[in-house]
């Protein structure tokens, strides 16, 4: 499976971004789809997953501005991010794990990953 994340760029506090992780190669349907994210000189951190399309999972206080959904169709797997902060700057990397009852919010439970799309928000 390889993975392509877009949909990052700048925007002023309080905007809004969708962020999108196209797959090809084949389906993943039945993989765990989570999002990831690095700021500089930190460690990269769970943001957001999906199990199936029902499942969702978020960092605490984040469920209120951001929303993972997945299209089935398109083969890809979204990021809305509303009210967008400044510490919310960083590289966002979408991941895929083949195991469906993995933990989502571990790094370790997935096999593929993007190449990251910068989301920079300015104040």
């Known amino acids: 499976v390889q993975l392509q994340a877009f949909g990052g760029g700048l925007v002023q506090a309080g905007g809004s971004l969708r962020l999108s992780c196209a797959a090809s190669?084949?389906?993943?349907?039945?993989?765990?789809v989570g999002w990831f994210r690095q700021a500089p000189g930190k460690e990269r951190k769970f943001v957001a997953g999906?199990?199936?399309?029902?499942?969702?999972y978020y960092v605490d206080g984040d469920q209120g501005r951001f929303t993972i959904s997945r299209d089935y169709a398109k083969n890809t797997v979204y990021l809305q991010m509303n009210n967008l902060k400044p510490e919310d700057t960083a590289v966002y990397y979408c991941?895929?794990?083949?195991?469906?009852?993995?933990?989502?919010?571990?790094?370790?439970?997935?096999?593929?990953w993007g190449q990251g799309t910068l989301v920079t928000v300015s104040s």
């Open positions: 190669g084949r389906t993943f349907s039945n993989y765990i």
């Open positions: 999906i199990r199936w399309s029902t499942n969702t």
């Open positions: 991941a895929a794990g083949e195991g469906i009852f993995g933990i989502v919010s571990a790094i370790n439970a997935y096999d593929y």
